[in-house]
C-alpha cells in the first residue's frame, strides 16, 4: 500500500485546511485509516482514526471539535478537515494505514499499530 498526502501550507491562526491522503496498491475497505502529526522538537502524537467502514471515528483530546476525519471508499481517500486552527498545530501530518482488527480505540493511537505511512505533509499556522 502507498500512501500519498497532500493539503498541507500556511494558514493563519483560526483558518482551515483539509488534507487528503489517497492510497494505492490496495483497497482501503479493509483498513483502518489514521493521522498522526510530528511538530518541532516533537513526538509524533496520534490526532484520528477513521474505522473500515467510515462510520467510526476518535479524535485526540487536542483536536476534538476542530478537526474532522472522513474516508471515501470508492476513491480511496482519507480526508482531515481542520478548523480554528491553532499555531500548536503546526506540524508534519501524516497518514497512515493498519490492517489490524481490533476493538476499542487505544490500539489504533499508538503509532506501531499501523502498517503502512505516507510521506507526511506539513502544515504551519501563523499566530
Known sequence: ???????????????SLRLSCVASGRTLTRLLMGWF???????REFVAFVKWSGGSTYYADSVKGRFTISRDNAKNTVYLQMNSL???DTAVYYCAAS????SG????????????WGQ????????
Not at 500500500?1 to 483558518?15: E, K, N
Not at 502529526?37 to 513526538?43: A, D, F, I, M, V
Not at 507526511?120 to 499566530?127: A, R
Request: hydrophobic share 25%; no cysteine; proline share 4%.
Open 105 to 116: 480505540t487505544s490500539y489504533f493511537t499508538r503509532d506501531d499499530s499501523y502498517d503502512y
Open 99 to 102: 490492517a489490524a482488527y481490533q
Open 1 to 15: 500500500v502507498q500512501l500519498q498526502a497532500s493539503g498541507g501550507g500556511l494558514v493563519q491562526a483560526g483558518g
Open 120 to 127: 507526511g505533509t506539513l502544515v504551519t499556522v501563523s499566530s
Open 86 to 88: 491553532k499555531p500548536e
Open 37 to 43: 502529526r510530528q511538530g518541532p522538537g516533537k513526538e
